[in-house]
């Protein structure tokens, strides 16, 4: 099915290891965005990308890596995970950035714990 | 800077009960507003939208009036499900950013 696949759906980390977030999208989007969801404070955007080979920070950005080298890839890398970092996380892609309200497509989450 | 504010949750409601939802913004310019749903395990989907003052988005039984004056886009539905339990998240559009709630979670029961 067409549409934005994240994986894995759930992950538990030790303070200090690192992982990568992956995020493919088969619907050929240019804009492509990773988001954490915290209790209480809504969806946060982390980092973004406008087409292949360019990213840019979200209002969150610290302590996360983004890398974007094919239009369907956008992962998302921790590289030192912190306890502050658990978190819901979401991957969502749309034509472009100016019809992201008009087609945002959500991935179904990743769920990490960092202990 | 922009923001939006939606009431807390959650709101448990019996089927066929009548559902408001309650979201203000603030924002400079002429944003355009959302209402997304969130059903368990499964990402954000657009519910409806509204793009300018005085618009009225519908979808599915549900409806929000966008309203400068009050800077609101309160959500609705005469009638709720069981179906309809979930996340609700109201968020704004503006200068190609997405500003969202901390989202309110609806529980029908039957």
């Known amino acids: 099915n067409a549409g934005v696949t994240q994986t894995p759906k759930f992950q538990v980390l030790k303070t200090g290891q690192s992982m990568t977030l992956q995020c493919a999208q088969d619907?050929?989007?240019?804009?492509m965005s990773w988001y954490r969801q915290d209790p209480g404070m809504g969806l946060r955007l982390i980092h973004y990308?406008?087409?292949?080979?360019?990213?840019d920070q979200g209002e969150v950005p610290n302590g996360y890596n983004v890398s974007r080298s094919t239009t369907e890839d956008f992962p998302l890398r921790l590289l030192s995970a912190a306890p502050s970092q658990t978190s819901v996380y979401f991957c969502?892609?749309?034509?472009?950035?100016?019809?992201?309200?008009?087609?945002?497509?959500f991935g179904s989450g990743t769920r990490l714990t960092v202990v | 800077g922009d923001s939006v504010t939606q009431m807390e949750g959650p709101v448990t409601l019996s089927e066929e009960a009548f559902l408001t939802i309650n979201c203000t913004y603030t924002?400079?310019?002429?944003?355009?507003l959302f209402w997304y749903v969130q059903y368990p395990g499964e990402g954000l989907q657009l519910l409806l939208k509204?793009?300018?003052?005085?618009d009225k988005g519908s979808n599915k039984g549900f409806e929000a009036t966008y309203r400068k004056e009050t800077t609101s886009f309160h959500l609705e539905k005469g009638s709720v499900q069981v179906s309809d339990s979930a996340v609700y998240f109201c968020?704004?559009?503006?200068?190609?950013?997405?500003?969202f709630g901390s989202g309110t979670k609806l529980n029908v029961k039957p």
């Open positions: 924002a400079t310019g002429y944003p355009s």
């Open positions: 968020a704004l559009w503006n200068f190609n950013k997405f500003y």
């Open positions: 990308s406008v087409g292949a080979g360019i990213t």
């Open positions: 619907m050929n989007h240019e804009y």
């Open positions: 969502a892609s749309s034509p472009s950035r100016g019809q992201a309200p008009y087609g945002y497509t």
């Open positions: 509204a793009t300018k003052a005085d």
